[in-house]
């Protein structure tokens, strides 16, 4: 993965409003989606849990996240990896545990691929909605939106 990918992000806005869309269950009706409010200093292996828990998941399946590259408009495969690639199979790269939710969700409109369970093949893209300013005590991830469940765990992917 290129570094120009990975950006510092701006301390004033230290929330960030994700959008998690039906794409994840692409054909489902009605549609499927959960918005989030994230704070933007969390890693990725943190918003790995949080995801998690919106979509009513259980930890059960190895994952990754997919950077976006807008120049070349498609996401890199592989490009950030998690501690498994790096632990046990000894991949070299940027690890997702060294990157901060801001540094790839920087500006509106930017996206992730978070893909779990390889098996059953989900892929639900993440969308930067909306930069906010940081409201003390608030809670470091909530959901705040949504529509209809995901489907459970192991029940053969979309």
């Not at 806005?13 to 918005?35: A, F, N, Q, S």
């Not at 545990?97 to 893909?115: A, E, N, R």
């Amino acid at each position: 993965m290129k570094n120009h990918l990975i950006k510092v992000h701006d301390t004033a806005h230290r929330c960030r409003r994700l959008r998690v869309p039906e794409t994840i269950l692409k054909g489902m009706k009605p549609p499927v989606w959960h918005r989030l409010k994230v704070a933007s200093d969390l890693d990725l292996p943190q918003l790995h849990i949080i995801l998690q828990a919106a979509m009513g998941w259980e930890l059960e399946h190895l994952h990754s996240f997919e950077a976006w590259n807008p120049a070349a408009r498609q996401y890199i495969h592989q490009s950030l990896l998690s501690r498994y690639n790096v632990d046990m199979e000894g991949e070299e790269g940027v690890a997702e545990y060294d990157v901060q939710i801001g540094h790839v969700l920087h500006s509106v409109g930017d996206k992730l691929m978070y893909w779990y369970d390889f098996g059953d093949d989900w892929r639900p893209e993440i969308v930067l909605e909306k930069l906010e300013p940081w409201v003390a005590d608030s809670p470091l991830a909530m959901c705040v939106g949504g529509r209809k469940t995901c489907p459970p765990e192991d029940c053969g992917g979309p």
